[in-house]
């Protein structure tokens, strides 16, 4: 393990480590600019500062082969379908991969927003001298390593089941996604060959969408650690300040003049921060904002796909009245009751659920609103008593 881990840090050693502001910055995005770095793609400009001629070399590389394989899948549905499914399964695809690269670019055109809010927390010198801030820090720094292994390990996870179904299903040489080469690998001897390209272009691919919400995940934690930490500021301004003056009561102590200038001096201090946090929010908003739109977009596109080919399982009962039962082969002995029965499976609504528990329809998720509105005016209600 120990020798992974150095490995790790070896082939992973970039100059945004080297540029960065701090330890506050390096703690959080330290794995961010490790993963952004092997994945090539100089995303936000965290792998920006490497300018060596290989390293170059290899992201060109990497670009351009997420672009070719992205453009294979366009070039196949456009060409190879022979169905209305098969062009639904190849735009689910298409769409995640463009709505990536449109976030991508987007992120892009304001990597200084974000190199900005890395920065933040050093910056803005916010006090974690006590062993309670410490404490809260600490949590934060652990909670976005963990949230950032959880996302990567469950993406990795996929992305094996993707590997592998080419190779087990009942289709002869198959490939994970609809994807046309150039030339035809239907054969013993090209396939292998075709393969191992297409899953080193489809890891680098599934790869580069994955490390765009790494990055979006790493920083609003480092927005939310730095307002926890501000908030515990807030709370202990009083005893934070007192601390210079012993064997005073608080009574005296607001009628002291040099308390009262420590004390004005601190909550202006904690009013610009919180104005700089503020900004940085707004800031980290705008930049979110029409990804997001975009996203939402493109959740609702795939819905729509997901919930026609699902809708078409009410076609059999259409299908089985115009079989020509009419022609007498009602009359043979157990058709008419399968066919019944075929009738009134058909009949009932498919839909999606959620695990099961509730049907996705736009009740159920005006409901669902309502009720996470309720549980927080209550949670909101008893912090407050």
């Known amino acids: 393990m120990v020798f992974l881990t150095s490995l790790w840090r070896a082939i992973t050693h970039t100059k945004a480590l080297e540029e960065s502001s701090g330890e506050m910055e390096t703690t959080f995005f330290e794995t961010v600019y490790r993963i952004t770095y092997i994945a090539g793609t100089f995303i936000l400009g965290l792998s920006k500062s490497d300018h060596s001629f290989f390293y170059k070399l290899y992201s060109n590389t990497v670009k351009l082969m997420i672009a070719t394989f992205m453009l294979g899948e366009v070039w196949y549905m456009l060409t190879y379908v022979s169905s209305l499914d098969i062009v639904i399964e190849q735009m689910n695809v298409i769409v995640i991969q463009g709505m990536a690269l449109f976030r991508y670019r987007y992120m892009r055109m304001h990597e200084r927003v974000y190199k900005r809010l890395a920065t933040s927390m050093q910056i803005s010198n916010l006090d974690t001298s006590t062993p309670a801030r410490k404490a809260l820090l600490e949590t934060w720094m652990k909670r976005s390593e963990t949230y950032l292994k959880l996302m990567l390990g469950l993406g990795s996870l996929t992305l094996a089941a993707w590997y592998v179904y080419p190779l087990v299903d009942d289709i002869e040489y198959n490939l994970t996604v609809g994807l046309r ?91 610009g921060q919180h104005k700089k946090i503020l900004m940085h929010t707004m800031e980290l908003r705008k930049t979110l904002s029409p990804p997001m739109l975009g996203q939402v977009a493109a959740s609702g596109l795939q819905i729509c796909f997901a919930g026609y080919q699902v809708a078409m399982s009410e076609n059999i009962s259409n299908a089985l009245y115009c079989s020509g039962w009419e022609c007498g082969v009602a009359t043979m002995p157990g058709v008419r009751a399968r066919f019944l029965l075929v009738l009134t499976r058909a009949s009932k609504p498919l839909v999606l659920t959620a695990g099961g528990i509730t049907d996705l329809s736009l009740n159920s998720y005006s409901n669902l609103v309502k009720t996470s509105y309720s549980a927080l005016t209550v949670l909101l209600r008893l912090r407050h008593e």
């Open 181 to 271: 080469l150039g030339v035809d690998f239907s054969r013993p001897s090209r396939y292998p060959i075709a393969y191992t390209i297409h899953i080193v272009a489809f890891h680098y691919t599934a790869f580069f969408i994955i490390v765009n919400d790494v990055i979006m995940q790493a920083h609003l934690i480092h927005l939310v650690c730095q307002y926890t930490v501000l908030a515990d500021c807030f709370e202990n301004i009083l005893v934070d300040c007192e601390k210079h003056f012993k064997g005073l009561t608080r009574d005296q102590l607001v009628r002291d003049s040099r308390f009262r200038e420590v004390y004005i001096s601190r909550l202006g201090l904690l009013v």
